[in-house]
């Protein structure tokens, strides 16, 4: 789904096989099909990005160039399932894009645009969900109490989806350790969501919370299901259902099951709201869909796109500020919870973090190893110039990384004199010359990352290894110095 989007986006350059699409289009129409708890946004939005990168891979594009044609695939997904275009171009932007600019927003919004088009050819122009038109009378002034209504509702959104991320990464840490090998985790947890199905048959008469959940939806929309017990219990329900089809492996996304639970919780809580506060003229429609909003711009960090989505499904603007409140306060509850994302906190137990502040340039998505200089020195401490510089015929353009029992001590940095000072002194201990402020980095980190730490350290250069342990001299493989960032800095603008 959008994790892995994203980290194709960051940490594979924008490669993505195209035979992707054809297989994730095959494993989520099995799994909504069988009945696992899961949106089908998700695998649209892999399955668009999975052809815009192949097309660009096709056609020998450049790294930022592919990473476009990526986000616009996913951002055309997006807009043809919702009918929502500019929620789609803000999905992209917000989401995937590292940067913002001419040469990636325009064919964004083309693709978007026709995917929309096309979409409404095909499937018809009407929204994912039939609103009902009218939600606040227009005279009516936003007062105090639809303030503070929209306000605990954001916070009771952010909460929630708190929940939801805390209990996904349980139930994704959990089913692996479970025996018998995916397979088997894969039945359990399919049998469980049956189980929960056919309870609910046996007591409703609806399974309810099986497949995107549009059905129940659309009902508290119609106000055809108001009664707040079975509007909690669902809630409940499809939060224990999604994360457990997501990790008994099932294929399929988060977004529409945030719209479920945005809708029951918003509902239920403008039934006990009504009684709390009569004067806010809160009603169930008008609460689900501020829901629906608040809890997938908070379980998301598509704050944007939750509030424009909305607005183009329901095509009434009284309904933007109360979104706009809810969404705000729904996404600051869920950050100073937690600061990950439903989609980054899974990259975070892989190991690869998202940087918060994205929207710069394509170039800060480049690893490491991408930029580095290959070729260094290691010397040993306490060796002279002559043994360190004497057999090299070079001058100046190799880093020297000084070592002590394996343990790295410091770096020369290239460029530094130390080659001159090697034939006017020869016998000068290379520990003289070594800088111990060192900034060491994996060489699958971003290059946003060690930028942030030659920052923080004032440091002008970086110790590049591979591994996750901590680093000795033989894990090396390269140096990153200023120099090799302006290189990289150049290159990208001289695409």
Not at 217 to 235: C, E, K, N, R, Y
Not at 345 to 361: A, C, F
Request: hydrophobic share 50%.
């Amino acid at each position: 789904g959008v994790p892995e989007v994203m980290d194709s986006v960051f940490y594979k350059g924008g490669d993505i096989r195209g035979v992707v699409a054809l297989i994730k289009s095959l494993a989520s129409a099995l799994s909504i099909g069988s009945g696992a708890s899961v949106g089908r946004e998700g695998p649209i939005i892999q399955i668009g990005s999975a052809l815009g990168s192949a097309f660009s891979q096709a056609i020998g594009l450049s790294t930022g160039q592919k990473i476009t044609l990526l986000s616009a695939g996913a951002g055309a997904g997006i807009a043809a399932t919702f009918n929502t275009p500019l929620g789609g171009v803000l999905f992209a932007i917000e989401i995937l894009l590292p940067e913002v600019s001419n040469r990636t927003f325009l064919p964004v919004v083309i693709a978007t645009g026709a995917a929309t088009m096309l979409g409404r050819i095909l499937i018809g122009p009407s929204p994912a969900f039939a609103v009902p038109e009218v939600f606040f009378p227009p005279a009516r002034s936003f007062g105090v109490e639809e303030a503070i209504a929209f306000v605990c509702l954001g916070a009771l959104c952010g909460v929630a989806s708190w929940a939801f991320i805390r209990l996904l990464v349980f139930m994704e840490d959990g089913f692996p350790k479970l025996p018998g090998g995916k397979y088997v985790q894969n039945i359990i947890g399919m049998a469980l969501i049956g189980l929960m199905m056919v309870g609910l048959t046996h007591a409703f008469g609806h399974s309810y919370v099986d497949g995107v959940g549009y059905g129940v939806i659309q009902s508290i929309l119609d106000q055809g299901m108001t009664a707040t017990g079975l509007l909690v219990l669902l809630f409940a329900l499809k939060m224990l259902a999604t994360t457990i089809s997501l990790g008994c492996g099932a294929s399929g996304g988060i977004f529409s099951p945030s719209l479920f639970l945005g809708a029951t919780l918003g509902a239920a809580f403008a039934s006990i709201a009504a009684l709390v506060l009569p004067n806010a003229g809160l009603n169930l429609p008008s609460a689900a869909i501020v829901g629906m909003a608040a809890m997938v711009g908070a379980g998301t960090g598509g704050v944007m796109t939750a509030i424009i989505m909305v607005f183009e499904m329901t095509r009434d603007y009284a309904i933007i500020v109360p979104v706009i409140v809810a969404v705000a306060v729904a996404a600051g509850v869920r950050r100073a919870l937690i600061p990950e994302t439903i989609y980054t906190v899974k990259l975070r137990h892989r190991g690869h973090r998202i940087p918060k502040e994205r929207h710069v340039n394509l170039y800060l998505v480049q690893q490491a190893q991408d930029i580095m200089e290959r070729q260094f020195i290691v010397a040993a401490s306490g060796s002279t110039l002559r043994a360190c510089m004497g057999w090299e015929d070079i001058d100046d353009l190799r880093a020297v990384i000084v070592e002590k029992d394996g343990r790295i001590v410091g770096l020369i940095p290239p460029r530094s004199g130390l080659w001159r000072e090697s034939a006017n002194n020869p016998d000068q201990l290379v520990d003289d010359f070594v800088e111990k402020r060192i900034v060491v980095c994996r060489d699958v980190d971003l290059l946003s990352l060690v930028l942030a730490r030659l920052k923080r350290h004032r440091a002008g250069a970086a110790i590049v290894f591979k591994g996750t342990h901590r680093p000795r001299a033989i894990d090396v493989v390269g140096v990153i110095t200023k120099r090799a960032i302006a290189d990289a800095v150049i290159a990208h603008y001289s695409d």
